[in-house]
């Protein structure tokens, strides 16, 4: 299975890692300086969790997941973009348990290599986020990368995130989600987080945001030999 240049012309970038590790704002920055589309991929499971909730549906009901899944279209994940209940710890923990089911997975993968094989408005290349992306989603990208964070660290980053929203929660309850979240993305049986073997690791615990983009694009413009 090719995902690159090889077969398309398109270059692809890949960037894994866990909850809160800075993965997110850093491949919104690293796509915007390349020229090239961004696709948030947890946020295609987090709209197959909100989904759910909506529908009145049990989080651990798959076939109920699976047939959202595999009937997502473009305009539903769309039209759930800028939902703020989309980015909610709720709607994060739901969506890391039907991630876990295979057929659940399987409905994405399709739609998230057709992504990277053609990236919409014939962008020259595409920046995928998420956990499996070096490892199975697109396992020929030009380049790896996967950002780590000391959990504490990223707890507290989640925390600020969720109040700058409304969305108090208190520093013990982000952690104990989280941690619990890391185990489910980690352990589970199908595509688990986890680098990929050719993939740079990036600890971004005591950098800023400034500085991991900078480490991050002489990463990728070396790989990608420009
Ligand atoms: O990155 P995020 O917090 O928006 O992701 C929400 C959940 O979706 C995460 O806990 C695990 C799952 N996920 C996944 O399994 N594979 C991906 N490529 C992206 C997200």
């Known amino acids: 299975m090719k995902t690159n240049a090889a077969e398309t012309g398109s270059r692809v970038i890949a960037i894994d890692g866990p909850a809160a590790s800075g993965k997110g704002t850093l491949a919104r920055r690293i796509a915007a300086a390349l020229g090239y589309a961004l696709l948030d991929t947890g946020a295609l499971y987090r709209t197959v969790a909100l ?20 009937s997502l279209t473009s305009a539903d ?109 980690t352990r589970r049986d199908i595509a688990p987080l986890r680098p990929a073997d050719d993939a740079v690791l990036l600890d971004t615990s005591a950098l800023t945001a400034d500085q991991v983009f900078d480490q991050a694009l002489s990463i990728i413009r070396t790989r990608l030999g420009t």
């Open 77 to 185: 994940i769309a039209a759930l973009s800028g939902d703020p209940d989309l980015r909610s710890d709720q709607t994060g923990m739901v969506a890391s348990r039907v991630s876990a089911i295979e057929g659940v997975r399987a409905a994405l993968l399709t739609l998230q290599r057709s992504f990277a094989r053609h990236p919409p408005g014939g962008l020259p290349g595409a920046v995928l986020d998420g956990r499996d992306i070096g490892t199975v989603i697109c396992p020929d990208a030009d380049a790896k990368l996967f950002v780590t964070a000391d959990v504490a660290v990223r707890a507290q980053r989640r925390q600020a995130e969720l109040a700058g929203r409304g969305d108090p929660i208190s520093l013990d309850d982000v952690l104990a989600d989280m941690q619990a979240r890391d185990e489910r993305d």
């Open 51 to 70: 989904t759910l909730l909506r529908q009145g549906g049990n989080p651990d009901d798959s076939v109920a997941a699976v047939r959202i899944a595999e």
